[in-house]
């Protein structure tokens, strides 16, 4: 610190801090799935403080912002339990707007029309629609039909999307069906014999059909496959013809040009370009070592569009950052001038191009942007309420050697190349008015995300400002097998889930404490899902951290594979792990549950009671086995939520608690008055 610096000295993460819990929780909200009619921008927001509900938003051509979702109904789908692509939006045959969307209620879909709209609406919102009607019959169980990812034909008569059955006997059957948008017909199916669909798309003249398909034990991410076929006007399919994809090809997002070209994404060159259909192997568009698509852990999203007038505008991954461009054909890349670093999703809005992005210091926003000029407008800010960018730490893209050394953990994984690079962002603590002590670096946070095929991208993210705010420093993991360095660096976790995700974490701990950034003593790693089962695996096989956090981690491989999961995730570990029994040695050598008496550090556990992707049991294991060793644990379990936190009370409780659970462990006071958490066994 320098003699002129006037900010108040304190223990790390004893700092005082404006990015609450409260703040995450209660100032603002996600902003997603972006869709257009016209000149009218669609978006679904989830709000915490409503109770956790997604609601659909609209903003007319005439400046206006209403919700369409009436108060008290929830817009989402459990389509895969992940969900995405709740409802469609769309011009009936008399020309109106109508949103077709599920009801999380009880998962059918209703139809809502724009009824009045008076002209020059003000951003207060002028708009009024009619009354959910129900399109779907009710189901015979509660939940068991669900609907996601639904396109309307030109002419607005036709619906088809994706449907998902759950029988009485457990078993799920999914499909695409067709069924009108006035009611008058009941869901036909017209293409099943997969285990998964995805991504039906309509052609401007309503005349063909395009989907993805893929049967397990493959991912989305490891292979499918692209049909096309014609669609008569009652949803028929004829001539189906297959265009790309395979079980070693992932092809993704596929879109029609104005034009009726079929476009999409593939990963046949090792990277996710974009190809055009041409009837034979496509021809490849923007070839480079970037990605113009991402992991399809939900549906709906979009990462490249047509504007009106035939202008492709995609989006793409390059560099740890997301980048705006104009596609030509054999023509360079024009980029597009943008403040923002992440791209979540494009719509076409006119000439203009709507999307839902985020930067360094804004979160999530909805807003348009003409390719011509790069004119940026806001239209919604899901955070209205600012933060002091002093408090903000900007990310620091790192790459760092990491290497699986054979004989380092026990078990038979397949090993690692040695000389790999991996790569994090790394936040430094970052507060205007607090220092830690003169000459002590900072305790660390290492984060691994979830996924495990997923990434953390260059965005302001208050759950990681939170900590940097209060004096952690924070590292943010892509281990090998996430998603945004080409299809190679993905696979490394073939085979290898459990070693090579750990390992990268270690190793970009160990990169910090060599460049003077982090205290070696005070090392933590903490995770949500896939990210839980890294950080309670990186605590039961290595004496390398302080402390861990497992969010809705996954504690037993064995339980998991034999039914302890959802469909869309049932067979993940086969190519995650390896077959199931033939190689129950190395599921249970990776299991946390198997070395839990190995912890020897002090964890806390956070669950929701009726997440069914990792179930309570998951974590109720390791806290039994926690509690039989007497080794220290706290464990907060959440009624009423799932997969991820969504009532605002929880997100708040979680996050404190996790605060005070490190100040107990490493010795400090937060500056917050937090309610205790109990910790058992600690002295």
């Known amino acids: 610190m320098s003699s002129d610096d006037s900010r108040t000295v304190a223990p790390y993460g004893a700092w005082r801090s404006p990015i609450t819990a409260a703040l995450i929780a209660e100032g603002g909200v996600t902003t997603m799935w972006p869709q257009s009619v016209g000149e009218s921008l669609y978006w679904s927001e989830l709000r915490p403080l409503e109770d956790g509900r997604y609601v659909v938003v609209r903003r007319g051509a005439g400046g206006g912002i209403a919700d369409v979702t009436p108060p008290g109904v929830g817009a989402r789908t459990l389509v895969h339990e992940y969900g995405g692509g709740m409802y469609a939006a769309f011009r009936n045959a008399s020309g109106a707007e109508n949103v077709v969307f599920s009801d999380y209620a009880d998962q059918r879909l209703y139809r809502q029309d724009l009824e009045v709209e008076a002209p020059g609406g003000t951003a207060g919102g002028s708009a009024r629609w009619s009354a959910p009607q129900p399109l779907t019959p009710e189901p015979p169980r509660a ?33 695409l069906v067709a069924l009108t948008t006035d009611g008058s017909a009941l869901p036909r199916t017209i293409a099943t014999g997969h285990d998964f669909y995805a991504a039906p798309r309509i052609s401007p003249d309503g005349r063909r059909l395009a989907w993805l398909c893929w049967d397990h034990p493959l991912m989305p ?42 476009h999409y994404a593939s990963d046949r060159s090792g990277w996710w370009n974009l190809c055009r259909d041409d009837g034979r192997r496509g021809i490849p568009l923007a070839s480079r070592a970037a990605e113009f698509a991402k992991a399809p852990w ?40 943008s403040p923002y670093t992440v791209v979540y999703s494009l719509t076409p809005l006119g000439e203009r191009l709507g999307l839902i992005a985020a930067s360094h210091t804004g979160g999530w926003q909805v807003a348009t942007l003409d390719p011509r000029d790069g004119a940026c407008d806001v239209v919604r800010r899901g955070r ?172 037993d491989l064995e339980e998991f594979v034999r039914g302890g999961t959802h ?117």
């Open 143 to 175: 939940r068991s039909l669900r609907y996601a990812d639904g396109r309307v034909t030109p002419d607005g008569r036709l619906l088809v999307c994706v449907h998902e059955r759950h029988e009485a006997d457990g078993s799920v059957v999914n499909e």
């Open 567 to 683: 469909k869309f995730e049932a067979q993940y570990l086969l190519s995650l792990v390896g077959p199931y029994p033939e190689a129950r040695a190395t599921y249970r050598e990776r299991s946390p549950i198997t070395h839990v008496d190995d912890i020897s550090c002090p964890v806390i556990l956070l669950q929701g009671l009726e997440d069914v992707i990792v179930p309570p049991r998951q974590a109720e294991i390791i806290v039994e086995a926690l509690e039989r060793k007497g080794r220290p644990y706290a464990y907060l379990a959440f009624p009423g939520e799932q997969h991820g936190f969504r009532k605002a009370e929880n997100i708040v409780r979680a996050q404190e608690a996790e605060l005070y659970f490190y100040g107990r462990v490493f010795g400090f006071a937060p500056a917050d008055a937090i309610e205790p958490v109990t910790i058992a066994n600690l002295d």
């Open 221 to 262: 991410w490891d292979g499918t496959e692209l049909w096309t076929a014609a669609l008569a006007p009652d949803g028929t399919l004829s001539g189906e013809r297959l265009v790309a994809g395979g079980p070693r090809e992932s092809v993704l997002q596929p879109a029609w040009s104005p034009d009726g070209r079929l």
């Open 384 to 555: 209205p309420v600012p933060v002091d960018p002093a408090y903000i730490s900007r990310p620091e893209a790192i790459a760092f050697p990491t290497a699986y050394e054979p004989g380092s953990v026990t078990g038979t994984p397949a090993a690692e190349p040695e000389g790999l690079t991996a790569h994090a962002l790394y936040f430094a603590p970052t507060n205007p008015g607090c220092a830690g002590p003169p000459e002590e670096p900072p305790p660390l946070l290492v984060i691994s995300h979830g996924g495990p095929t997923s990434a953390h991208e260059a965005m302001l993210d208050l759950d990681i400002q939170y900590w940097t705010s209060r004096g952690f420093a924070v590292v943010d993991v892509n281990y090998g097998g996430s998603t945004g360095y080409g299809r190679a660096y993905r696979e490394r976790l073939r085979g290898n889930w459990g070693v090579v995700d750990t390992v990268d974490c270690i190793a970009a701990a160990r990169f910090l404490i060599a460049r003077g950034d982090a205290d070696p003593a005070r090392i933590a790693v903490r995770g949500g899902s896939a990210g839980g089962y890294t950080t309670l695996n990186a605590l039961t096989r290595f004496h390398f951290f302080s402390a861990g956090a497992s969010l809705f981690g996954l504690a």
């Open 298 to 337: 939900v549906f709906g999203l979009q990462h490249y569009v047509f504007l009106a007038d035939g202008t492709l505008v995609a989006c793409y991954t390059e560099d740890d950052r997301d980048h705006l461009a104009v596609v030509e054909d054999a023509a360079p890349l024009r980029e597009l001038p």
